[in-house]
């Protein structure tokens, strides 16, 4: 059956709380559209935990759980577990594979990835493991955590569920990041200032082809518009390797590279961010002359300036600095993103909560805000 949610969604930190709360009464599967950071739930109940997650395929102790990573379309019933003849009793007993590291006794965070594409028999053996809390036959320890996840059933990539099955557990939309949540989260993880500066003057990039009036956005996942690279959170995330080598890699490949990670619309635009950066003036010569550096004409290289700062302001006075300068920026567009930023990272609000000129801005534009 396709599976059909009810549009109401939970955050990703809303979910990381969630998930482990009901975790003991009732199995949640979340679903999204792809790329929007479902997989990362895992790591972040880990940090929650105090332990660590850092990627698939890692394997070391932590001191009260497992993390275990299954990915579901990818696993045969060999990967999950077989039943063995035992001779000596003349009875067949049933083996659990390795993956749920049994042996320990210590309860375990179990992801199941993309569960709603596993084979069908094994969709079975993974919905009693959701439901009985069993490895086949064998039980997981009493404080296990089981959660899925999978697409939206609108998004056309193929996820089913038996009915009966959905019936028994709690299946949860994830709200897709927006562009402001998703830059506060690049920020943190060092994403490039191309990346940030393009996402935060084309927040279309991140919207959901399910909200209104994103029929012609070339820049989004559509299942009525079928392509393999677009942005999402994932994508623009990976696509930084790229812009970081683009010195080495050349404009040609840099460029390719670009198109393959988030589309080609994307792509195109994200280019001339890489050739204006190059003349963007330094944010040095900006805290020095606020009120005489030249303000760029480009919109694009307010962006990259409001980044710059965004990433090298350190002290009040470097930020009633370049307030100054950002006085003489005619877009209030510009001047908003940047008070935003201000206001939403963690490292700037500890500046910017007690800076005058920051205060004496808000106070005089607020209409904006």
């Given amino acids: 059956m396709a599976i059909a949610t009810n549009h109401l969604t939970m955050s990703i930190d809303e979910l990381r709380t969630f998930i482990p709360a009901v975790a003991e009464e009732l199995t949640v599967i979340v679903q999204s559209e792809p790329g929007c950071g479902k997989t990362s739930l895992l790591g972040m109940m880990a940090a929650d935990n105090g332990d660590q997650w850092r990627k698939v395929g890692d394997d070391f102790p932590t001191d009260k759980y497992d993390y275990i990573y299954v990915d579901c379309p990818c696993k045969d019933m060999q990967d999950v577990g077989m039943t063995i003849p035992n001779h000596s009793i003349k009875e067949l007993e049933y083996y659990v594979a390795s993956l749920f590291k049994l042996r320990n006794g ?84 060092g994403i490039s200032r191309i990346i940030r500066a393009w996402v935060a003057m084309y927040p279309r990039a991140l919207a959901s082809y399910r909200d209104g009036g994103q029929e012609d956005n070339p820049y989004i996942f559509n299942p009525a518009k079928p392509q393999l690279s677009f942005c999402s959170p994932r994508s623009l995330a990976k696509v930084d390797v790229v812009i970081r080598k683009s010195a080495i890699i050349g404009e040609n490949a840099t460029h390719a590279g670009i198109a393959g990670t988030i589309g080609r619309s994307a792509a195109d635009d994200m280019m001339t961010f890489i050739a204006i950066e190059k003349s963007v003036t330094s944010l040095e010569s900006v805290l020095k002359n606020p009120k005489t550096v030249p303000v760029p004409n480009q919109i694009a290289a307010q962006m990259i300036l409001m980044f710059n700062a965004i990433d090298g302001i350190e002290t009040q006075d470097e930020l009633s600095s370049f307030m100054e300068f950002l006085e003489r920026i005619e877009s209030s567009e510009v001047q908003t993103i940047f008070f935003t930023m201000c206001c939403t990272y963690p490292r700037m609000l500890r500046i910017a909560k007690n800076n005058e000129k920051v205060k004496n801005w808000a106070k005089d534009n607020y209409f904006l805000l």
Wanted: charged share 25%; proline share 6%; with cysteine.
């Fill in 106 to 189: 210590k309860p375990k965070y179990i992801l199941l990835d993309e569960f709603m594409k596993s084979p069908k028999l094994l969709q079975i053996v993974f919905t009693r493991l959701m439901l009985e809390r069993c490895a086949g036959d064998v039980p997981v320890p009493d404080g296990s955590v089981i959660f899925g996840t999978s697409n939206n059933a609108s998004d056309g990539v193929g996820d089913t569920m038996l009915a009966h099955a959905g019936n028994r557990v709690c299946l949860v939309e994830m709200k897709k990041p927006n562009a402001s949540s998703w830059l506060r989260w690049a920020s943190d993880a």
